[in-house]
């Protein structure tokens, strides 16, 4: 089965210092991971994938995310914190083999960005 | 413009009513699922379609059920509301992987749902 960790429920960043997201999971073969961001009474928003290639994978609103094999890791990088990027942070794995429809989402971390 | 849209985005019922979330797309994905948050914000897989006439169970079991009698259509009924189904309900959908399109899933607003 396949599985996605999420181990902080709350992060809090001072504005404008670099931000830090952690997710690892648990995939048979390769996996296709996803981070979204929910603000509230809203659905989920896309904000970046890993399928293949470069390790490094840039999104929407300067968010970042490397991918590290070794670790099974995909953790959610900003260089400088806005207040507004305070919100909810999924992340999210599917396998990458047809046949496998189902993406497992993480438990979500609450992301507070402090003036 | 391409898009997912569920409705109604709020709704209050009382026990015993019958209920449908509807969920529709325009992008002409083939798979689509719905899902349940807590309120702790968790997300939980109820629901998913591969296609028209496809729909399987998640990994949280729901007294709810889905129909697929169109691409763009997936709607979740509850025949008979209770309290614990009090939630919000999110319904997604994605293009398969080996057609070249997007990997990504896309979700809609979602639907809050209160039974009193």
């Known amino acids: 089965a396949q599985s996605v960790a999420q181990p902080e429920d709350q992060v809090n960043v001072a504005e404008g210092n670099p931000l830090t997201v952690k997710c690892t999971y648990s995939v048979s073969g390769n996996p296709y991971l996803f981070w979204y961001v929910q603000y509230p009474n809203r659905g989920l928003q896309f904000l970046l994938k890993y399928i293949t290639g470069d390790n490094l994978v840039k999104g929407s609103y300067g968010f970042e995310a490397e991918f590290n094999k070794s670790q099974t890791s995909f953790h959610l990088k900003k260089p400088s914190a806005l207040v507004s990027d305070s919100a909810l942070y999924f992340c999210?794995?599917?396998?990458?083999?047809?046949?496998?429809?189902?993406?497992?989402f993480g438990t979500g971390t609450r992301l507070t960005i402090i003036p | 413009e391409a898009d997912i849209y569920q409705t109604p985005r709020y709704l209050v019922i009382g026990t015993g009513k019958k209920i449908t979330l509807e969920c529709s797309q325009t992008m002409g994905h083939d798979k689509m699922y719905w899902y349940q948050q807590d309120p702790g914000m968790e997300l939980h897989l109820i629901h998913y379609s591969y296609g028209v006439n496809s729909t399987e169970k998640g990994d949280l079991s729901s007294e709810s059920t889905v129909s697929r009698i169109r691409t763009e259509h997936f709607p979740l009924t509850l025949e008979s509301a209770r309290p614990s189904h009090t939630s919000q309900y999110l319904c997604?959908?994605?293009?398969?992987?080996?057609?070249?399109?997007?990997?990504?899933?896309?979700f809609g607003q979602g639907t809050r749902l209160t039974v009193v």
């Open positions: 999210a794995v599917r396998a990458a083999n047809f046949g496998n429809e189902k993406l497992t």
């Open positions: 997604a959908s994605s293009e398969y992987w080996d057609r070249g399109g997007n990997t990504e899933a896309f």
